[in-house]
T-cell receptor, first 113, second 117 residues
Framework: GNSVTQMEGPVTLSEEAFLTINCTYTATGYPSLFWYVQYPGEGLQLLLKATKADDKGSNKGFEATYRKETTSFHLEKGSVQVSDSAVYFCASILTGGGNKLTFGTGTQLKVEL | GAVVSQHPSWVICKSGTSVKIECRSLDFQATTMFWYRQFPKQSLMLMATSNEGSKATYEQGVEKDKFLINHASLTLSTLTVTSAHPEDSSFYIC?????????????FGPGTRLTVL
């Protein structure tokens, strides 16, 4: 089956610290991979995505690289800001899988001054 | 582009009443929409897949008579929570899948907070 595992939170960092949120996937094929962000009280926003091995998705200083050999899609940011405080969801979708997203459990990030 | 709206953003109702939530794709046609439910500090739980012009496909354990879904046009899907009870209180989020250029990407609405008294 299709599944996504991401690191447990909450993650608390100081402003300007380096961020890594781990995400690994299992799939019977080659999924597209996504990071979504959810700010308090809001829906999900697409942060970045990658559709094939070695693709790097990037947006707003966040990056993630699709690593087929380690089945991973870790989210990184070099210098976090207080405004990055949110819940981050890793997700995958298999072509032909009914277009259903499989979500990780979410990782809460809190950035402090 | 790729904006999805939901209405209302929050609703409070009495137990036993029905509540309708609308999900609209504002600048694209959505062949498929999804409805999710999210409990506090938890991930999203897929409830059903809504395809324009056909019956919704419900996930296992979701009561289709309780959660009525209608996808009457390429820009609108509705979720009606019938005879709502306090345990139906939750955050409901829809997403729309266009099947166009970004054909593997779902765009999410801002969510609807339902509180049943």
């Amino acid at each position: 089956g299709n599944s996504v595992t991401q690191m447990e939170g909450p993650v608390t960092l100081s402003e300007e610290a380096f961020l890594t949120i781990n995400c690994t996937y299992t799939a019977t094929g080659y999924p597209s991979l996504f990071w979504y962000v959810q700010y308090p009280g809001e829906g999900l926003q697409l942060l970045l995505k990658a559709t094939k091995a070695d693709d790097k998705g990037s947006n707003k200083g966040f990056e993630a690289t699709y690593r087929k050999e380690t089945t991973s899609f870790h989210l990184e940011k070099g210098s976090v800001q207080v405004s990055d405080s949110a819940v981050y969801f890793c997700a995958s979708i298999l072509t032909g899988g009914g277009n259903k997203l499989t979500f990780g459990t979410g990782t809460q990030l809190k950035v402090e001054l | 582009g790729a904006v999805v709206s939901q209405h209302p953003s929050w609703v409070i109702c009495k137990s036993g009443t029905s509540v309708k939530i609308e999900c609209r794709s504002l600048d694209f046609q959505a062949t498929t929409m999804f409805w999710y439910r999210q409990f506090p500090k938890q991930s999203l739980m897929l409830m059903a897949t809504s395809n324009e012009g056909s019956k919704a496909t419900y996930e296992q354990g979701v009561e289709k008579d309780k959660f009525l879904i209608n996808h009457a046009s390429l820009t609108l899907s509705t979720l009606t929570v019938t005879s709502a009870h306090p345990e139906d209180s939750s955050f409901y989020i829809c997403s729309a899948f266009s099947g166009g250029v970004s054909r593997d990407t779902q765009y999410f609405g801002p969510g609807t907070r339902l509180t049943v008294l």
